[in-house]
């Protein structure tokens, strides 16, 4: 019998509670401008017509979490097998919906296998759309995912919870800079300095910085000049729903 096989379901993986309500997921890319590759797809909840994600967030509650994180991990996999998906594909998950992380990732690893999508090209993306309930347990979250080699990410860093003090506890692979320390950098020496430092800090960990929410040439520019090359914003491609956009590179 395998390690993973040997570890007995919890309540919420045997007795979890039905959805009761279906959603969709959008792809936008995350780009290396170095060469002008795709790094990764970050797929994003959607509603079976396209509409946003605060549509769906809205019905999720304590009695559904368990179940909507579930389906939201098999929806990503599914539909990234399906778009052939060259790349990394990140999969937003919520924390506090994770009872056992050894136990509750056996879902993903079956979809993976189903839909015949290799499991190393996996990012667990921690998304602060809930307040952040027990750091221990996001530390061994993170622990048991890295064990199992999946690659981890901090989103909307440098925002809530998700600061320095977060490095002192575990170091994912990837933080993704949030839009607010993004937004204007290239006139905000504060920003600039901000994020130089972050970076500094990063590059001594080994830890990727993806700078999102990128609109603006001006904004690219000055990240780029930091020493950042890794992007996502409307400047390369909006969202495209069930599908995989086409990315404009800017000019030299």
Wanted: net charge negative; hydrophobic share 45%; with cysteine.
């Amino acid at each position: 019998m395998s390690e993973q096989s040997a570890i007995p379901p919890c309540s919420a993986c045997r007795d979890g509670q039905a959805l009761g309500f279906d959603f969709s997921m959008a792809f936008q890319p995350i780009v290396d401008i170095r060469d002008h590759s795709l790094y990764a797809y970050e797929a994003l909840v959607r509603g079976l017509d396209g509409s946003g994600a605060l549509t769906i967030l809205r019905q999720v509650n304590d009695e559904n979490r368990y179940a909507f994180d579930q389906a939201c991990r098999l929806k990503a996999v599914e539909l990234a097998a399906k778009l052939r998906i060259p790349c990394l594909l990140s999969i937003n998950f919520l924390p506090n919906a994770v009872y056992q992380a050894a136990t509750c990732i056996r879902a993903t690893l079956a979809a993976a296998q189903r839909f015949d999508f290799p499991t190393d090209r996996i990012i667990f993306e921690i998304t602060e759309s809930e307040e952040l309930v027990d750091k221990e347990h996001l530390k061994g979250i993170i622990h048991e995912y890295q064990r199992q080699k999946f690659m981890t990410a901090i989103d909307d860093f440098g925002a809530g919870y998700s600061g320095l003090n977060l490095l002192a506890e575990f170091q994912p692979d990837i933080i993704k800079l949030d839009m607010a320390l993004v937004r204007g950098i290239d006139t905000d020496p504060v920003r600039q300095a901000i994020v130089q430092g972050i970076l500094g800090v990063c590059q001594v960990l080994n830890i990727e910085v993806i700078a999102e929410g990128i609109e603006t040439l001006g904004e690219l520019r000055q990240l780029q000049h930091l020493g950042i090359y890794l992007f996502q914003g409307y400047l390369f491609a909006r969202p495209a729903f069930e599908a995989l956009p086409a990315v404009t590179w800017p000019a030299p």
